[in-house]
Structure formats: structure tokens, C-alpha cells
């Protein structure tokens, strides 16, 4: 079967599972050890080393829970690194701000 993924997903994924592989071996954990800890089978993680994109999230999740390194998962999509999104914010923020007319009479009155 073909996959339908774009090729920069496909890259990634296989980036990810190399390094997964690379750190589990850096730790010297057997795929075995690893597999128990993290609650999937060695073919699972075997899938995982390889960046199958059949594996659920959830499994690339555990393992990097293993490793130490399940934080970095959370700032994946941080908005804090969404330039796209900061610019495309900026571009609908008003020219000028102004008080609504209510507002300005109570600043007259006080």
C-alpha cells in the first residue's frame, strides 16, 4: 500500500524514529526492556523506530516517556513558535482603538 502522506511527514516521522532508536541505544535499554515500560510490543516499537505513520500518537508518546523526553511533545505546536499565526493575528488588529461612546461620557463626567 502507497502511502498518502506527504513526503516532508514521511521525512519527519522517519527522523523521529531514528532518533527515538538512537537514544533508546544511547540508554542501553533493550527493545524488549523498552517495550515493557512503555506498554507496547516489540513489534510496535519496531514500527515506531522505523517512523511508521500506522503508529498512534499515543505510542510515540510512551516511548518518549521512557526516554525522558515526553516534554518536548508538549511544545510541538506551542503557540509561542506560530509565526504564521502571529502574523496573520497582526495583519486583523485595528488601526486605532477607541472607547466606546458610553465610556467616553463617564471619563467627561469623572
Do not use: C, W
Not at 516521522?13 to 516489540?42: C, F, N, P, Q, V
Not at 518536548?72 to 485595528?94: C, M, S, T, V, Y
Amino acid at each position: 500500500m502507497k502511502s498518502k502522506l506527504p513526503i516532508p511527514i514521511l521525512r519527519a516521522l522517519r527522523k523521529l524514529g531514528h532518533d527515538i532508536s538512537e537514544a533508546r541505544r544511547r540508554r542501553r535499554i533493550t527493545t524488549a526492556l523498552m517495550a515493557e515500560r512503555a506498554g507496547i510490543t516489540r513489534v510496535t516499537l519496531s514500527k515506531i523506530e522505523k517512523g511508521a505513520e500506522t503508529v498512534s500518537i499515543s505510542g510515540y508518546a510512551r516511548v518518549l516517556f521512557v526516554l525522558g523526553m515526553v516534554d518536548k511533545l508538549k511544545d510541538l505546536a506551542d503557540l509561542a513558535h506560530d509565526e504564521i499565526g502571529r502574523e496573520l493575528e497582526a495583519e486583523n488588529l485595528p488601526k486605532r482603538v477607541r472607547l466606546p461612546k458610553i465610556n467616553q461620557n463617564r471619563e467627561k463626567d469623572e
